[in-house]
T-cell receptor, first 109, second 114 residues
């Protein structure tokens, strides 16, 4: 039970923003939202994580709703190399990550 | 970010032989490392938690005598698949937690048992 819900697949045009939604309606107050991605035949890559405030780093932005029941990962200018499976994980500890099936993002030329 | 190195990236072995996979934290010390397994078109499944200087903790259904884990130093954990069989063919991935904040993953090892 991954405890988050993500669409199985999404397409995005190259150069456009990719907005990946995640539902975590039963998230607890001490649980973070982590985002990872896995490019085919590679290990997962950490993207970003947050508790309740929006976060931004060099890779992406994380927007968490005020009630924390959902979040959106934003890749501002998607490239072909961003094609991957994106995992949204809720956890109270970085030591306990349960991977669900994620969203297959395909960036189209 | 912190780097976790995994070696080898790909290994083919005959049925009945043993295979060792190394996982290193390159620029930080990791008292705990994790080993995952991923079958084709499936998500990652945690196999075991590797603790420096003590025995590993295995998830339910994972045979500890088949998947030997050694975490002899703060930067190295090894997974040995003993008497490998074709059904052990999979993608094995290790990880380590940096500053109790972020879990970083290795690039993975693809094991093919003939």
């Amino acid at each position: 039970d991954a405890k988050t819900t993500q669409p199985p697949s999404m397409d995005c045009a190259e150069g456009r923003a990719a907005n990946l939604p995640c539902n975590h309606s039963t998230i607890s107050g001490n649980e973070y939202v982590y985002w990872y991605r896995q490019i085919h035949s590679q290990g997962p890559q950490y993207i970003i994580h947050g508790l309740k405030n929006n976060e931004t780093n060099e890779m992406a932005s994380l927007i968490i709703t005020e009630d924390r029941k959902s979040s959106t990962l934003i890749l501002p200018h998607a490239t072909l190399r961003d094609t991957a499976v994106y995992y949204c994980i809720r956890s109270g500890s970085a030591r306990q990550l349960t991977f669900g099936s994620g969203t297959q993002l395909t960036v189209l030329p | 970010g912190a780097v976790v190195s995994q070696h080898p990236s790909w290994v083919i072995c005959k049925s009945g032989t043993s295979v060792k996979i190394e996982c290193r934290s390159l620029d930080f010390q990791a008292t705990t490392m994790f080993w995952y397994r991923q079958f084709p078109k499936q998500s990652l499944m945690l196999m075991a938690t590797s603790n420096e200087g003590s025995k590993a903790t295995y998830e339910q259904g994972v045979e500890k005598d088949k998947f030997l884990i050694n975490h002899a130093s703060l930067t190295l954990s090894t997974l040995t698949v003993t008497s490998a069989h074709p059904e052990d063919s999979s993608f094995y991935i290790c990880s380590a937690v940096f500053r109790e904040d972020i879990q970083y993953f290795g690039a993975g090892t693809r094991l093919s048992v003939l």
